[in-house]
Every structure is written in structure tokens, then in C-alpha cells.
């Protein structure tokens, strides 16, 4: 993996200043919640590209629709990834009103300690199932910026698979990624609105390490990380260097 190249790449473009200025303005939108599908449908794009080896991976912000739409799509996809965390935090929200009723009903200390207890449990549990979701959900979401199937995303045995091929690669995007974004943090110096421009370049950094490590993943026989073929599509050759894309006719 090139790891500084992840880091300095969308400098490279001859167009990154406004590249990033409109990112920047979506990061300062997404509090409007409505354009965070653009802002991961572009992350996808910049993933997608470095996969396939293209030299300009930074693309240009004029195909809004097909950038929001994909990023909508995979945001319903990591929402199936976090629906256990989701699950768990309406039980705690649950168990913190029971355990209010008790308090107010007068009950026995025991029974609001033993509550105490079950709910600092749970937090336990939300916080390492957090971690972990965390980690695993970039394996799906780096698929499916280069295949585009929303089933990517319940196929968690090819998630696993896709970690499996080279997990010190993943690891150390996962982490650099984390890196990337305390950095941006910095961002709130420059009075205040810079941090929604570092954001996005940490962002940037996630999808290009990613993007690198979906690319050492490979194979010319790996179908799962390829789109569907169309009818105008020919086999890839068995000549065919593994980071190549398929010829077409």
C-alpha cells in the first residue's frame, strides 16, 4: 500500500481546490442530513477509482444524481449492518425507563442497583459491538463501490472473505483511517468552518486506502468484486494481468 499517496493524492488534481471547496460546502450541508448520500456517494467514486487504477481518482462533482443515489443506497446498506446496535440501544432505552419506574415507585435498592447494573452491561456491549461494526462495515462498502449490488451488503460471508484475503492491508486502512479523521479535527482552528473542509479530505483519505486495499484484493476470477457483465462483455483473457480491468468488445 502507498500510504502517503492516500494522504496527498487530491492535491495532485488540477482542479482540487474547487474539488474540495464543494466538498467542504457538502460536509457543511450534511447538517441538513439531506446531502450525506452525495458526500458517501463520492467517496464511493474516489474508491471505485483507485480500484480500477485510474490516475485521476478525484472525480468532478457533475453527475450529482448518480453520486446521491448510490450513496443512498449505501447508507440503507450499512443501516442492515447496525440494526443490532440499533436494536440494543431501544433496549437500554427501555431498561433506563424501567429502572426510572422503580426508582419513583419506591421499589427496593436492589432491584434499581441490579438494573444499574444490566444497563452498564449493556453500554459495554453497544460500545465493543460499536468497534466492531465499525471495522467490518468498510469490507462491504469498499464491494460495493466497485460492484454496485445493493446485496453486497447481506452478504456477510463475502464481507468476511474480502477481509480475509489480506488483513493486515484492511487493518491498517482502518486505523490510518482513524488517524485521518482525529487530523481533520484540527480543522475547528481555523475558525471553525475549516473543519468542514478537512472532513472531507479525511474522508478522501478513507476511500483512497480502501480503494488500495480492494485493489491488492483483486483476483481476475474474483466475480464478487466485479459489476455484472452485460451481453457486449467479453471473459477476461487468461492472459489478463490481475489489476486490469476486462476487455470489451
Known sequence: ???????????????????????????????????????????????????????????????????????????????????????????????????????????????????????????????????????FVYAPMTKFAINNQINTFWDFRGAWDFIRANPGNYLIAFLLTIVANFIAGFGIIACFVGVFFTTFWGYLVAAHLFGQVARSNMNPTDTTMLPPASPMDEPPSMMQGPYEPAPSA
Not at 449492518?81 to 419506574?101: Q, R
Open 1 to 135: 500500500m502507498d500510504i502517503g499517496k492516500s494522504f496527498t493524492f487530491m492535491f495532485e488534481d488540477k482542479d482540487w481546490i474547487a474539488k474540495i471547496a464543494i466538498g467542504g460546502l457538502v460536509v457543511l450541508l450534511s447538517v441538513l442530513i439531506i446531502p450525506i448520500p452525495l458526500l458517501v456517494g463520492y467517496g464511493l467514486a474516489v474508491t471505485k477509482r483507485v480500484y480500477e487504477g485510474d490516475p485521476n481518482p478525484l472525480p468532478e462533482w457533475n453527475n450529482i444524481g448518480d453520486l446521491f443515489v448510490k450513496g443512498l443506497y449505501a447508507m440503507i446498506g450499512v443501516l442492515i449492518w447496525a440494526s443490532p446496535l440499533i436494536l440494543l440501544v431501544c433496549c437500554m432505552a427501555l431498561a433506563t425507563t424501567a429502572l426510572g419506574a422503580m426508582g419513583s415507585g419506591g421499589d427496593s435498592d436492589g432491584l434499581a442497583t441490579l438494573g444499574g447494573l444490566v444497563i452498564a452491561c449493556l453500554y459495554c456491549v453497544l460500545f465493543v459491538g460499536g468497534i466492531a461494526i465499525n471495522l
